[in-house]
């Protein structure tokens, strides 16, 4: 069963600080990988995705991604109270381009 | 404006009452999926179609159907709800463009509660 793990938190950051968020999957040939922000009550929104090794970065979002340790993070800069919401991981099956696995999502605090 | 619509948002029904949950977008994407969202066991993929007239199976496809006759529509339909179905369902859709622009939506959310 392939596996994609979260803290489940709560994260709690001060306002301004650096959040990170941090996902571990298990299938090693996975080629895709995304970060969704979601709001309680409101539908998933992607907001990060990376395919290869290293960063990329999108203003105040880092995506980082280390497929020798199936590892994926977002770091989240300058942190604001618009950004307390659950944070969920996913990774794309390799056996089909439509099949995505989702982690259960880390929820984040930014507390002023 | 980009969107992806669900129908109903919220349904009560009694077990074994077929019903259908329809989704629909506009922004003529090839991939769409179904998921069901639970306390604690996150995002679940129920369905996915890559294009029209091909759909397969996600990690919990039991007691589910779908049809993609159309490019814009993906409905979601239980033929014989059970109460282990309750949850909230989303409905996505995806598209990867060219240097991997990746695009996806989901669709509002329909809370389904079977009784």
């Known amino acids: 069963q392939k596996e994609v793990e979260q803290n489940s938190g709560p994260l709690s950051v001060p306002e301004g600080a650096i959040a990170s968020l941090n996902c571990t999957y298990s299938?090693?040939?996975?080629?895709?990988f995304f970060w969704y922000r979601q709001y309680s009550g409101k539908s998933p929104e992607l907001i990060m995705s990376?395919?290869?090794?290293g960063d990329k970065e999108d203003g105040r979002f880092t995506a980082q991604l280390n497929k020798a340790s199936q590892y994926v993070s977002l770091l989240i800069r300058d942190s604001q109270p618009s950004d307390s919401a659950t944070y969920l991981c996913a990774v794309n099956d390799d056996s089909s381009a439509s099949k995505i696995i989702f982690g259960s999502g880390t929820r984040l605090s930014i507390r002023p | 404006e980009a969107q992806v619509t669900q129908n109903p948002r919220y349904l009560i029904t009694v077990t074994g009452k077929k019903l259908t949950v329809t989704c629909s977008q506009n922004?003529?994407?090839?991939?769409m999926s179904w998921y069901r969202q639970d306390p604690g066991l996150g995002l679940r993929q129920i369905y996915y179609?890559?294009?029209?007239?091909?759909?397969d199976k996600g990690d919990v496809p039991e007691g589910y159907k779908v049809s993609r006759k159309e490019k814009r529509n993906f409905p979601l339909i239980l033929e014989s709800p059970s109460p282990n179905q309750t949850s909230l369902y989303f409905c996505?859709?995806?598209?990867?463009?060219?240097?991997?622009?990746?695009?996806?939506?989901f669709g509002p959310g329909t809370r389904l509660l079977v009784l």
């Open positions: 996505a859709s995806r598209s990867l463009g060219p240097l991997y622009q990746e695009t996806q939506y």
């Open positions: 299938d090693r040939v996975s080629q895709s």
């Open positions: 179609s890559m294009n029209v007239e091909v759909t």
């Open positions: 990376i395919y290869s090794n």
């Open positions: 922004m003529n994407h090839e991939y």
